[in-house]
């Protein structure tokens, strides 16, 4: 695992242990708590357009962060629990996924991709 | 950003380029796409206690394993097209964290948590 | 339908109509909603555990109420814009349920469920 | 409230008695399952322009309805066991969003609206 990931998540075992919240993070509430940091993502694409998706001015791209940050630390909490390397899990998927989706045919196609 | 991160990003972009997937990336589906993927991971806690969640059989907890990739694959991709370091990010959160819930006050308590 | 439905319907038309805001009102961009406001009911729930779940103090249920409510009101602005009549659909799916999940073999059992 | 809705609560109860399920659904699974349902609508709009969604085909427009009736069924679920009425939620949140959005501060503008 990449030695950044594996701060972090020492980080945050530390940071969880000295406030007791250990008895909060079973796996089925940090996920909870992924799916809810998820939708506040969202929650700032909510009425824009894609195209003014892409063109974010620099207040709503930092509060954008601010959202991912936790999303990220929900999943990095989550994987810590469950044994789970994120990184290694990711490429082994996108490994899968090149498999899945040949480039010769889901070329320009959101058909294959909406059969995931 | 850490290495294998940035490995990761680029492997993601050749892969949507040679699939012509770039129009479909916009950040506002990227960020739907990262809230639908949360909920699969969480659709495995569905009917679990939370003490099932933290005993999860080799199987289930491989089923998360890819969900949580899913979560991480598309997180990275809307963190690239928005130009946002997400493990910097994920750093600076933890820091204000620190700030915003200290030890002695925070301990045992999921009150000042809720109040997020 | 029922004529209560209906009529909410007719109002949450004039609303958005008063406020030209028909050209917010996607089937895409309210199911996004639908799943945003979902998340806000789920976070009242996060840190609590099954048992205060059962238990809300009235504080915290008019709280769920109000999200409940949002959820409400863009599940009948999705189904106005679809042409579908949310109360049969859940009638129809109630009733595929009971052929799906016999009484006697699903009874007590989580594991049927989570096949879904 | 509604006799339709009250009536499919009933059947809701009765469903869920017959299959000893009570055990399972406390209000904090019954919102996790509130929202894993939403995200499977959005699912269906994820790589869909908002043009495109405003022209659903037949078969999508079904499977949509399909995922439109678990949300539901799981929101009446949800306000049966917190002694909520949805409709009389949904009424007073749209009398409030009169006042919070006065149509003519509002034409036009998704902008109050992310103020949410």
């Known amino acids: 695992m990449a030695r950044?990931?594996?701060e972090l998540q020492a980080e945050l075992r530390r940071f969880a242990e000295e406030r007791d919240w250990g008895q909060f993070h079973?796996?089925?509430?940090?996920a909870a708590s992924l799916s809810i940091?998820?939708?506040?993502?969202?929650e700032h694409f909510q009425w824009l357009t894609e195209e003014q998706s892409r063109q974010l001015d620099e207040g709503r791209r930092q509060a954008v962060a601010h959202?991912?940050?936790d999303?990220?630390?929900y999943l990095l909490q989550l994987?810590?629990?469950l044994g789970i390397d994120p990184l290694q899990a990711a490429r082994d998927k996108l490994a899968l996924n090149e498999q899945r989706y040949p480039a010769d045919k889901a070329k320009g196609s959101a058909r294959?991709?909406?059969e995931l």
Chains 1, 2, 3, 4 share one sequence.
């Open 79 to 81: 994987s810590d629990k």
């Open 37 to 42: 940091e998820a939708a506040e993502v969202l």
């Open 112 to 114: 294959k991709y909406t």
């Open 4 to 6: 950044e990931i594996e």
């Open 67 to 69: 959202e991912i940050a």
């Open 71 to 73: 999303v990220l630390l």
């Open 26 to 30: 079973s796996p089925k509430n940090l």
